[in-house]
């Protein structure tokens, strides 16, 4: 499977983006999808996760309330909706696969195995 992250761009404190991730293969439907960050000079972070229905989604304690995590598994895409934007949600924003159909395991990091090449996310003050 691959990955294709699009959307972002710089942005001011307070503003918005929307990220979307495009993925390959006939199986997206079945996989749980997250978005995960990098700022530089630190771990890579868990953002978002979705279940394979869109019907779960899980935040950061950091973004809860301000982000959303959709998909359209026709479209074989999730989303990333980023509201009340900060600096300090400057990072290059990850797109993955979880490891396993149906699994109920969205986190930590080590559960998704497939990866996005990450598109950049910059908040200016």
């Known amino acids: 499977v691959q990955l294709q992250a699009y959307g972002g761009g710089l942005v001011q404190a307070g503003g918005s983006l929307s990220l979307s991730c495009a993925a390959s293969?006939?199986?997206?439907?079945?996989?749980?999808m997250g978005w995960f960050r990098q700022a530089p000079g630190k771990e890579r972070e868990f953002v978002a996760a979705?279940?394979?229905?869109?019907?779960?989604?899980y935040y950061a304690d950091s973004v809860k309330g301000r982000f959303t995590i959709s998909r359209d598994n026709a479209k074989n895409t999730v989303y990333l909706q980023m509201n009340s934007l900060t600096p300090e949600d400057t990072a290059v924003y990850y797109c993955?696969?979880?490891?396993?159909?149906?699994?109920?395991?969205?986190?930590?990091?080590?559960?998704?195995?497939?990866w996005g090449q990450g598109t950049q996310v910059t908040v200016s003050s």
């Open positions: 993955a696969r979880n490891r396993g159909p149906y699994s109920s395991s969205w986190y930590p990091i080590s559960e998704y195995d497939h």
């Open positions: 293969g006939r199986t997206f439907s079945s996989y749980f």
């Open positions: 979705i279940s394979w229905s869109g019907g779960e989604t």
